[in-house]
């Protein structure tokens, strides 16, 4: 009998084969007939078998009864006109009166329309009371401020100890002063922040990039957007998803730049894109920034993951410019040689090398990328190899890499919700609101998901986008502050059972910036060793508490910590318990320890 | 007239069938009675003896009207020309053969068919005269006795535009004639002479498709319980996406006949694709080595293997398994380039070059092989040979992009140029 091989091409993989390079867009009939997001259209990868292992944590939702029950207002909740409805805010942990307690600030969106003058929706402030509940102090703090709001930063600009703030915004990004007394001021214009026309700004990171001991600032950008000339749903290829119409872009639509801004010490900053080599690979479709040091030489470098663009890795040259080498060193594209929408980033030390991998979320129809390290010459392309691959129906936003159980290892939570709710409608499987994710970290570098084993608060549905990570209630558990478009906030109390120990490290600079943005803290404990770094953005566009979590497992103290402060400078601290709370002041080591509870 | 040439204009009409018409412009196929006329190759001067003396002028004189007529277009003035002198000259076999000719270029191709016939018999060796005759028992139906002549004439023809018109009639007529063979014949010729022409691309697939849904059909009716009849209901459905029914006869096809090859690797490629469930992957691993048991040479079988053990991260077995897929598929660049990246990912980068550098020369055009092959040298520290695969791969990748976006327009009709803005001052 004649081998079937020989008489027909067996598989859809040999017979496109057949058809030459087009086949690798046939392989994608998304691709084919266009839509406005890069997504591969595959399939997920099989599971393997569960651990067995117990994943003793579990998330309630306090966000009602902790007093944050205002919704988020972006655009219309079931019909997004344009993409900068779709898109949405970030959220973050900011402890803005330095009183050991995270506060939460939360950005706000509009709706094209308007509102009539004293209903604009607006951003809030929230002031963690220390006791579960949280009391909007938006006002008080002169904070109230409305428009498409983004991104969100923090970091002390100015070193007189008080984080200040920064908002991407499409509009007029802004810079708030932190005064001190629980009041900020707007100081864009004085501190030279203000742009002429309307950008579309979306991540931002603080980043003492030339090692001054003065945070700088990184500003991405999306896309040059003129929605008096954008083209609305259906218009083209690139505004239609499943057939259905839908907002245009980004594919289709005007790449735009990002910015680099460098703090002059007196309250200024001046932007140095251009001369920092921040131009040269051109415009991308840029969402969340961070900065960190991926190759281990002490200077911060800067990420910025892309949408629907190849993804960017400015490598610092410690002169005062920037080479971008996202391709060379594998994070610009997946392992496939893609793009992908990559909407927020993770990063964080999963396998514990001492080398900073990364997580980029994805959209609907594709995998995540999980990235590691490979001593900070390249990435390896290890999804699927990790077990990351299972999921390829969500699209997905906030993510950190958090230590939830506190085993030592760090597990990975990300937030999900699709763009387009126009879809929902023809295709009721295509939910426009979704669950949240959590992986567990099995310690061997590879993932197993474990949501179905975290509560209803994780299995529950929602049109998320930023999430901030830190422990809000100081008990030593991770939380997750989320983001809902159209809705409250979800403020995700983490119950972990494990009984592990851990420990909670404030660093304050004194010749670094006061935040230490840039400081990379290891520690030593139970034999294993773990790094973190005091990171500025991240997530989607989000700021996660500056205070860095280690769970240390069953070690009851931490034999070692050190620290390498933005300046380069390394200090050997000593040892301290478990279970508590420490701060390290530049050049004093533990000058605070605290236990909440 | 002094040269003979043809200009001919195709043009494709509704319902996907095409009709040649011709806009011919004849220039020297006979004429007697002129000496200043010149002569074809094929065409002989008319015997003067054959038009009686005392009508020669009148003959004469109608002719070149005649020929005038269908130089310039005027099939109906070249048709009522010809016919008069077919009455007055009826032994001259060119004045049949253009009347013929008069006929085709309006159209009437039934009636083409007369004249030319009775200007063969009376002269066999108009060659041109033959095609035209074949070309309109086509045109007009008649294919069983068309097929002969364009069976033979097709090979000798030496205008390409006429051979073009010939060989799509010939299609059309063994495809009436339910004569595939000979259909698959003449389009393997059309392809091989006209390979980029749109109507013999489009032609092609038609036929082929017509030609396999015949097969199908006859299949369905001789042996509509063979475990053949069930194989072909299951690749219809895996077509059609229906997972479960595929699966379901599938299964029915290895009951009739449990060594057939290619079923077990069919079975192992549905259940990945898909609902899963905890034991998706286990099953999915028998199914690819029950095919490899049937069918040890399956190289897409061991491919797969090779994959989930990638996957999983078993580097060694996925290393051992795209090693034999690579040598089991010949051409099979896929299996290359996963040999390479699990030997870079089992730290192994020097092997992985080989695989990698056979899957870029197997697949020039391939941009995963360049950029996996780029990060291998990278990993040997090979820097230039890495920016070199890196900019291969960076004008591989953008020339698919802008292969999509060619299919894209030509299907939805439509191409908006995304744009960069100049960065700011």
Redesign the interface.
């Given at each position: 009998m004649v081998a079937p091989e020989s008489v027909m091409p067996l598989t859809r993989r040999r017979f496109l084969e057949s058809l030459g390079p087009a086949a690798f867009l046939l392989a994608s009939p998304r691709r084919l007939l266009g839509q406005g997001m890069a997504s591969r259209g595959v399939r997920p990868a099989p599971r393997p078998k569960f651990s067995g292992k117990p994943f003793p944590v579990t998330f309630t939702d306090v966000a009602p009864r902790a007093g944050l029950t205002t919704p988020v207002v972006y655009g219309e909740e079931y019909a997004k006109k344009y993409i900068v409805e779709a898109n949405g805010p970030g959220i973050a942990f900011f402890d803005y009166d330095h009183d050991g307690w995270l506060d939460i600030f939360l950005v706000n969106g509009t709706r094209h329309e308007g509102f009539p003058p004293g209903q604009e929706p607006t951003n809030h402030l929230y002031h963690n009371n220390r006791d579960g509940t949280f009391t909007d102090v938006t006002e008080k703090a002169g904070l109230k401020h409305s428009g498409w709001g983004y991104g969100v930063s923090i970091g002390d600009y100015d070193n007189d100890g008080y984080d200040d703030l920064f908002l991407t915004h499409f509009g007029k990004n802004i810079l708030y002063h932190n005064n001190g007394d629980g009041t900020f001021t707007e100081v864009t214009e004085k501190a030279g922040l203000r742009e002429p026309g309307t950008r579309y700004g979306t991540g931002c990171t603080f980043v003492d990039y030339d090692r001054d001991g003065h945070l700088d600032l990184f500003v991405s950008r999306y896309i040059d957007l003129d929605l008096a000339k954008t083209p609305v749903g259906g218009a083209n290829r690139y505004c239609t998803y499943k057939g259905v119409s839908v907002n245009c872009g980004p594919l289709g639509l005007a790449k735009e730049f990002c910015s680099l801004y460098h703090n002059n010490g007196d309250g200024t900053f001046t932007d140095v894109t251009a001369k920092a080599g921040i131009l040269a690979p051109g415009g991308r479709f840029g969402l969340s920034a961070v900065a960190f040091d991926y190759n281990n030489d002490g200077w911060p470098d800067l990420f910025v993951a892309c949408d629907s663009s190849p993804n960017l890795l400015f490598r610092n040259n410690h002169d005062g410019t920037f080479t971008e080498v996202g391709m060379e060193a594998g994070v610009a594209v997946n392992g496939d040689g893609q793009e992908q929408a990559n909407m927020g980033v993770a990063v964080g030390d999963y396998d514990g090398d001492g080398w900073l991998d990364l997580f980029l979320p994805h959209f609907s129809d594709d995998t995540p990328l999980l990235l590691r390290n490979v001593k900070g010459e390249f990435f390896d392309d290890l999804t699927y190899a990790a077990g990351m691959a299972v999921n390829t129906r969500y699209v997905c936003w906030g993510v950190d890499f958090a230590d939830l159980d506190n085993d030592g290892w760090l597990d990975l939570f990300h937030v999900t919700g699709t763009v387009y709710p126009e879809v929902e409608k023809v295709y009721p499987d295509y939910k426009f609101k979704t669950q949240r994710v959590v992986y567990r970290n099995l310690g061997n570098g590879s993932f197993e998901e474990v949501s179905d084993l975290c509560g209803p608060a994780v299995l529950e549905s929602h049109a998320s986008r930023g999430c901030a990570f830190g422990d809000f209630d100081n008990d030593g558990n991770l939380d997750v502050l989320i983001m809902n478009l159209s809705e409250p906030p979800s403020l995700l109390k983490n119950e972990n059972r494990s009984g592990n120990h851990w420990l909670v490290v404030k660093l304050v600079g004194t010749r670094s910036n006061r935040s230490a943005i840039g400081a990379r803290v290891a520690i030593t404990a139970g034999g294993r060793r773990q790094i973190r770094e005091v990171l500025s953005g991240s997530s989607y566009i989000s700021q996660s508490d500056l205070r860095q979590h280690f769970g240390l497992g069953p070690a009851p103290r931490v034999d070692q910590i050190e620290v390498r402060w933005p300046n380069g400078q390394g200090e050997k601290v000593g040892s301290a318990e478990a279970d508590q709370f420490v701060t390290i002041q530049e050049g004093r080591g533990i000058v605070k320890a605290e236990r909440y509870r | 007239m002094t040269s003979c040439g043809f200009a001919i204009i195709l043009t494709v009409v509704k319902n996907g069938r095409m009709r040649v018409r011709f806009a011919v412009a004849i220039c020297a196929l006979l004429l007697a009675v002129t000496p200043a006329r010149a002569q074809t190759p094929e065409v002989k001067r008319p015997s003067r003896q054959a038009i009686p003396s005392a009508q020669q002028a009148e003959v004469a004189q109608l002719a070149a009207n005649a020929m005038a007529a269908l130089r310039r277009g005027d099939s109906a003035g070249a048709i009522q020309g010809f016919e008069k002198l077919t009455k007055l000259a009826p032994g001259v076999a060119e004045f049949h053969a253009n009347l013929g000719m008069a006929y085709y270029s309006a159209g009437r191709f039934r009636d083409a068919i007369p004249p030319c016939r009775q200007a063969l018999k009376l002269k066999p060796s108009l060659t041109a005269t033959r095609y035209f005759l074949g070309l309109s028992l086509a045109e007009s139906g008649q294919c069983g006795e068309a097929l002969p002549y364009l069976e033979k004439d097709y090979p000798r023809l030496p205008d390409p535009q006429l051979k073009r018109a010939m060989g799509m009639d010939a299609l059309r007529c063994a495809m009436a004639m339910n004569q595939p063979d000979k259909a698959v014949d003449f389009l393997r010729w059309l392809s091989r002479d006209f390979p980029d022409d749109p109507d013999v691309l489009y032609l092609s697939a038609t036929v082929y498709s017509e030609l396999s849904t015949r097969a199908s059909q006859r299949l369905l009716q001789t042996a509509p319980g063979s475990y053949q009849a069930h194989q072909f209901n299951a690749e219809v459905m895996e077509y059609q996406g229906k997972v479960g029914d595929a699966i379901e006869e599938y299964r029915k096809v290895l009951t009739l006949n449990p060594n057939a090859?290619?079923i077990h690797?069919?079975l192992g490629?549905l259940l990945?694709?898909g609902e899963?469930g905890?034991t998706?992957?286990d099953e999915?691993r028998r199914e690819f080595e029950e095919e490899l048991r049937i069918?040890p040479?399956?190289?897409?079988a061991e491919y797969q293997l090779a994959e989930?053990a990638?996957?999983?991260?078993q580097w060694d077995e996925a290393v051992e398994r795209f090693r034999h897929a690579a040598k089991l598929g010949g051409k099979f660049?896929?299996a290359l380039i996963g040999l390479g990246?699990s030997l870079?990912?089992a730290n192994r980068a020097a092997e992985a070059i080989e695989p990698l550098e056979a899957a870029v020369k197997l697949a020039p055009?391939?941009?995963?092989a360049?950029?996996?092959l780029s990060?291998a040298y990278?990993?040997l520290g090979r820097e230039d040979e890495?920016k070199k695969e890196?900019a291969a791969?960076?004008e591989?990748?953008e020339?698919?992009l802008r292969?999509?976006q060619a299919?894209?327009a030509g299907?939805?009709g439509?191409m908006?140029a995304?744009?960069?803005?100049e960065?700011?001052e």
């Open positions: - | 090859p290619g690797y069919r490629s990945l694709a899963r905890p998706t992957l999915a069918d040479e399956s190289a897409v989930m990638r996957q999983a991260r660049e896929d990246k870079v990912s055009d391939n941009p995963v360049h950029y996996q990060f990278r990993r890495a890196l791969y960076r591989t990748h020339k698919l292969a999509g299919i894209r299907i939805q439509r908006t995304p744009q960069t803005v960065p700011p």
